[in-house]
């Protein structure tokens, strides 16, 4: 087996989804920090030309690209434009992603479908890309932005979560295969981290975490850390004991500790 790859700054180019704010964007200006140099992309071009311009100064630098990842065929046209214009994608952290609550009644079917288009879809069209190319060249580093929602089902959480554990299965099986072909396939589970999607929530959300802090973590798991990336351990920690338990004890705990 090969030695699994580590990105470093001379080799190529990371590109991170969903730059234009929350975690992408904290990740894409800690990498620039680092040194990289960052293609950060996502629909809101505006968004992303302000986070360029608040890297300028730094030792990387971050370069604007709209797309939507739920276009396929815009997907595989900008990997072909980046790797033309800027050199091979050494990382793709495939962060986009979006979180709405829903119940069982009423049922909102668009919800379900939307959150599982983006999420799992639009990661599936990003794979689909970068796959074949880095594959092909036998080094790389992929990471998928999941979540510990993944882990289990949480209350109002039944799209989010489905979508978040399809993410980590995907991840878990895609390694069996990069590892073979010298492409290091990571995880990325965040419990609650700062960021507008988080500022929707009516609901307590422990061990909440500034996202400079979640975005160095991300960024050293990157460097040293292995297949999953997981944080705060706390969280992370309680969440896979719940996992363990007989579904009974499971159902009466989070019940009651959720029902207020
Ligand atoms: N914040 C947390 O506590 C937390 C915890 C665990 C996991 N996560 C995961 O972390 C990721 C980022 O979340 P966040 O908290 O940073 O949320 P956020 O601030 O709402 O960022 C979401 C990003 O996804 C992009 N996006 C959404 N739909 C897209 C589409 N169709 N095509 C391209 N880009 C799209 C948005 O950009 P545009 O609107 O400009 O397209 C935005 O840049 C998500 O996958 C989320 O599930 C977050």
Not at 22 to 42: D, K, P, S, Y
Request: net charge neutral; charged share 15%; aromatic share 10%.
């Amino acid at each position: 087996m090969k030695p699994l790859y580590r990105a470093k700054p001379l080799d190529g180019v990371w590109w991170i989804t969903g730059a234009s704010s929350g975690i992408g964007r904290g990740v894409a200006l800690e990498a620039a920090r680092r040194g990289f140099t960052v293609i950060a992309t996502a629909r809101r071009l505006e968004a992303l030309q302000d986070l360029a311009d608040e890297a300028a100064g730094l030792s990387g630098r971050i370069i604007p690209m709209a797309c939507d990842i739920g276009d396929a065929a815009a997907i595989l046209t900008l990997v072909t434009d980046i790797e033309a214009s800027y050199g091979p994608i050494s990382l793709a952290f495939l962060n986009a992603g979006t979180y709405r609550p829903v119940n069982a009644y009423p049922f909102d079917a668009h919800a379900f479908h939307e959150m599982f288009a983006v999420n799992v879809g639009g990661t599936i069209n990003c794979l689909a890309a970068v796959m074949p190319v880095m594959c092909g060249r036998e080094w790389g580093q992929v990471a998928l932005n999941a979540s510990v929602a993944g882990y289990i089902g949480l209350p109002r959480s039944a799209a989010y979560s489905g979508t978040k554990a399809a993410l980590i299965a995907m991840a878990e099986s895609l390694k069996f295969d990069t590892d073979r072909c010298g492409v290091t396939l990571q995880v990325v589970n965040p419990g609650f981290v700062e960021t507008p999607l988080t500022a929707k929530n009516d609901h307590p959300m422990p061990f909440l975490m500034p996202l400079d802090e979640a975005s160095k973590l991300i960024c050293d798991g990157f460097e040293t850390g292995g297949f999953e990336i997981t944080f705060p351990w706390q969280l992370s920690r309680i969440l896979k004991t719940l996992r363990l338990l007989p579904y009974a004890l499971y159902f009466w705990l989070v019940g009651r500790a959720t029902r207020a």
